[in-house]
């Protein structure tokens, strides 16, 4: 078969120079379509479900949220595991599928059963999925600010529409409606973006602060000022009537369109008099309460994220959001201005430096090593055409396989292996022709070296089929993996494997028709190139005392192959070197009773700290949980992202990575009341999708009671510290969370005719608030919501006074204080909830560092093992990073033994 393919690329040698020529053209085109990102993308097949509980505390949005959420969702298709949080008005679901699951078909299958699920949630609660999204799917980070006199603190802002604003907090509203109504709806529209996460600022509502003694003093409850703003604030179609010969839409509009209106509705009439909203409440326009705040070089921001959709290019998508950004800015109000924070584009075009610098290099290696071991100019540049060509043939297979192109896949590619069979074949028709030449005693015709090229070609064929054979199997195996590692490492093995098909290929057709068309025989049989001859001066006499003594060179092997042996067994084990994605991401963590306004405050010391650094350009932070809420977090944890000046720009730029993360870590040690773990941002993003955690190692303690759960993980993180390598060992902050809870005395309740139920809503609309319709500003839309203020809301007294309508009692009858049918207690409750597989779990979480990660484990697994004692009922387990290296290292083991 080979010998035929052979003799027709000889003979049809023009038509194959042509076909090459058309396929690396093609070739060109399908690479520039081609994925490129810095790594693999190794998030598993994910649906998230979230549902926000505003009024229920951990414990209830356990019971009355995520556990019927997990009792719908199991038993689907292809589920491999349910992941859930449950925190103070918040709960989310993560279910992980099967990598053959298709993602969509996985979300329509979750959609199904929220739906049919919805019904067992209290009244009011909507769950809903998070976008298709991956690890990699933030790729365009910017912050929205002030720029010029409004930047200031305190100074005053007036906005395109006359609104004056003073203090930093209208000002960080007016800074969210622009990202919400401006900014947002634009950047969806860009192809490739699945979604824009926002965080920061206060969301606009228009705010009801109603006064609990004008309340009762008026005999009207809570729930009647919400039903009394509904009724007031609706807009109804009416038909339509004729009037000659024209038909007229009617319509009623009883919207409110202003705080004036809103001011002016009617609750009650009495004795001639009628009582207003005004009259019992404050309205202005109001903040919503927020779970989560962001911030940059120490001061309040809003910072917007663009999702990048699963399965787009992150260069081309965060490309055009950059260019979107760009494009907005002109219709910004005046001295608003949008900054990049982070631009995926700036890492994928330094791996792709990386990658281009040492493909080069490896290519020049590979030229000079051919014309010096051939001697032939253009022998060398025939087989050098070769590693171009295989690429490009390669990057067409990688784009119909879905295969990305990153620092692994393009990495793996070895030219030395890829021009192995062209040297082989252009070798041998050198010799051949000069064997020709030297037996013809002449030039040899065009139809006489046309059969030297063909035959040199089919002597190889044979020997170099075995040799590209026998490197196909060592890859192989990698392709035989699964699961992370699979995503890993299966794409740079089918890269690779790919090169080298195209390369096989191309050394029996491309490089037969090019050495007959272009390459003319050497004069002589015996002339040979200074480096060959050097090289047998050495090797001639170092052969021949081989020979001599063979069992001396076989024990020597049999030596040498032991000693590898050995120096491989007490190797340390690594899953994949950590790639440097040039930026450092520093996690803020407090105790957790932290406010969100606390935890802020500290947040601004830790940025400028940092910032003061010569090293930093920019820092900005998340802390608590965004609008998306791919990545929950409570109010007292803050991400930092740590965005570094190119190295050129440092004061010392030989200054390793490590030792300037050393150096945070020793100017962040004197800020107290924060502890904190260093990682990356990507890296950060892919442990705690994968593995729902954010370290390398992680021990999960599985139980009922959390105090005995929390004294076994405290023992855990005891034994890990005293561990050499343990960085960032911490307990998951799973308590201290200070709780009031108001019980109802069913008596007393009875005593004075409300209903308990009555009591409850009165107690969550006047502290989380109930919206009561909506104002709408052209095409924006704002909330209109009951709430104290909050200076009531903080106040216990005000609580306990908060009124209560007797059932069967009208508007303007005398009301009940809540203290009458409640009692309030205060104590310690846990901060959230998280249960893996139905159960629940605290984690211990540590990094490695300066250290192997399976060497660390294993010592680690033996210490805990011998000194902790699971809780009663419950059970440890181990995950993390490491559990990729443990299946990798697994699966070329049991791989042979699998049937064909």
């Keep these: 078969m080979l010998d035929r393919i052979i003799d027709a690329s000889v003979r049809f040698r023009w038509a194959v120079l042509g076909l090459a020529l058309v396929l690396a053209v093609l070739g060109g085109r399908e690479l520039l379509r081609l994925p490129i990102d810095a790594v693999p993308d190794i998030t598993n097949r994910q649906v998230q479900v979230t549902t926000v509980a505003p009024a229920l505390g951990p414990e209830e949005v356990e019971r009355q949220v995520t556990f019927p959420m997990e009792t719908s969702l199991a038993g689907l298709p292809g589920l491999i595991e349910t992941r859930s949080l449950s925190r103070h008005g918040f709960s989310q679901i993560t279910a992980v599928f099967t990598d053959a699951t298709d993602i969509y078909f996985a979300r329509a299958l979750v959609n199904e059963r929220i739906q049919a699920g919805r019904e067992s949630l209290p009244e009011g609660l909507n769950p809903s999925m998070g976008p298709v999204v991956t690890g990699l799917g933030e790729v365009y980070i910017w912050t929205l600010e002030f720029k010029g006199p409004a930047a200031a603190s305190g100074a005053a802002y007036v906005t395109p529409e006359g609104e004056r604003l003073v203090s930093d907090q209208e000002k960080a509203t007016y800074l969210r409606t622009v990202q919400d109504w401006i900014v947002a709806p634009q950047l969806k529209t860009v192809k490739g973006v699945a979604g824009v996460d926002v965080l920061g600022g206060y969301v606009k509502e228009y705010a009801i602060h109603p006064d609990p003694a004008r309340l009762s003093a008026y005999g009207v409850g809570l729930v009647q000022l919400v039903e009394a703003l509904e009724h007031a604030n609706r807009i109804a179609g009416a038909g339509y009537v004729n009037r000659a010969g024209e038909a007229y839409i009617v319509r009623a509009d009883a919207s409110v369109k202003s705080l004036e209106e809103l001011a002016q509705t009617p609750i009650l009439k009495r004795g001639g008099q009628v009582i207003r909203v005004s009259d019992v409440a404050t309205v202005e326009i109001g903040r919503g309460p927020r779970l989560g705040s962001a911030s940059a070089d120490g001061r309040e921001t809003v910072v917007g994220t663009a999702l990048m959709l699963q399965g787009e290019n992150s260069r081309a998508v965060a490309k055009r959001v950059g260019e979107k950004l760009t494009a907005i800015a002109p219709s910004l109000p005046p001295q608003v201005v949008i900054r990049p924070a982070l631009d995926r584009t700036e890492l994928v075009e330094a791996t792709i430096r990386t990658v281009e610098h040492n493909l080069a290099l490896g290519a020049a290696l590979v030229i000079a090593v051919l014309f010096f071991a051939l001697g032939n100019v253009r022998a060398a540049v025939i087989t050098a055409l070769v590693i171009p060509l295989a690429f490009l043939f390669a ?69 170099a089929a075995f040799g590209q054979a026998i490197i196909l199997l060592v890859y192989a195996p990698l392709l035989m993996f699964e699961g992370v590692e699979g995503k890993m490492f299966a794409p740079m093995a089918a890269t690779v494997m790919l090169a080298l098909a195209a390369a096989f290929v191309l050394s029996f057709t491309f490089v037969p028709a ?168 990507i890296e950060m993003r892919f442990n705690e999708l994968i593995a729902g955690v954010r370290s390398d190692v992680a021990v999960k303690v599985y139980g009922d009671d959390f105090a005995a759960m929390n004294r076994s993980a405290e023992q855990v993180a005891a034994v890990l510290r005293g561990i050499r390598g343990a960085s960032d060992v911490r307990v998951e902050q799973v308590s201290g969370q200070p709780t009031i809870t108001a019980t109802v005395d069913r008596t007393a309740a009875a005593a004075q005719g409300v209903h308990a139920s009555d009591a409850a809503d009165a107690l969550a609309i006047g502290l989380a608030g109930r919206e009561a319709g909506q104002v709408l500003e052209g095409d ?31 508007t303007g009858a005398p009301t009940v204080p809540l203290s009458a049918v409640a009692r309030f207690d205060t ?67 049991v791989s042979p033994a699998r049937p064909p």
């Design 827 to 893: 104590a310690e409750g846990p901060n959230q909830i998280s249960r893996e597989n139905g159960k629940r779990r605290v984690v211990v979480q540590a990094n490695v560092r300066g250290r192997d990660l399976g060497g660390f484990v294993a010592e680690a697994r033996a210490a805990v093992g011998e000194r902790v004692k699971p809780p009663a009922g419950g059970w440890l387990d181990w995950g993390g990073q490491f559990e990729n290296l443990e299946r990798a290292s697994a699966r070329p083991a």
């Design 780 to 810: 924006r839309r704002f909330d209109v919501v009951v709430r104290l203020a909050d200076e009531l809301r903080n106040d216990p007294g005000v609580m306990a006074q908060l009124p209560v309508m007797p059932e069967g009692a009208e």
């Design 514 to 681: 090019m050495a007959a068309l272009w390459v003319r025989e050497p004069k002589a049989d015996h002339e040979e190139t200074p480096a060959t001859r050097f090289a047998k001066a050495l090797y001639g006499p170092l052969l021949a005392r081989a020979m001599v003594r063979p069992r001396l060179v076989l024990a020597g092997a049999g030596v040498t192959l032991l000693a590898g042996l050995v120096a491989f067994l007490l190797l340390g084990r690594e899953f994949v070197p950590t790639l440097d994605e040039g930026d450092v991401m520093v996690q803020a963590l407090r105790v957790p009773s932290t406010s969100l306004e606390q935890s802020q405050a500290m947040q601004f010391r830790v940025e400028r700290t940092l910032k003061a650094m010569p090293e930093v350009a920019l820092v900005f932070a998340r802390t608590g949980t965004a609008e998306v809420a791919s990545d929950p977090m409570p109010p007292s944890i803050s991400d930092t992202f740590v965005m570094l000046k190119d190295r050129k720009d440092w004061p010392d730029p030989r200054l390793s990575k490590a030792a300037l993360v050393t150096r945070m870590e020793e100017r962040l040690s004197g800020l107290l009341g924060n502890s904190f773990e260093f990682t990356q941002p």
């Design 395 to 463: 990057a067409s297979a990688m784009n119909r396989f879905g295969i990305s192109a990153n620092l692994l896949s393009l990495g793996a590619l070895d030219f030395g292996l890829i021009v192995d069979g062209a040297v082989v074949v252009i070798e041998n028709t050198l010799r051949r022709l000069a064997m020709a030449r030297e037996a013809e005693g002449r030039p040899l015709t065009v139809g006489e070296r046309l059969a030297q090229a063909a035959g040199a070609a089919r002597e190889m064929a044979r020997p």
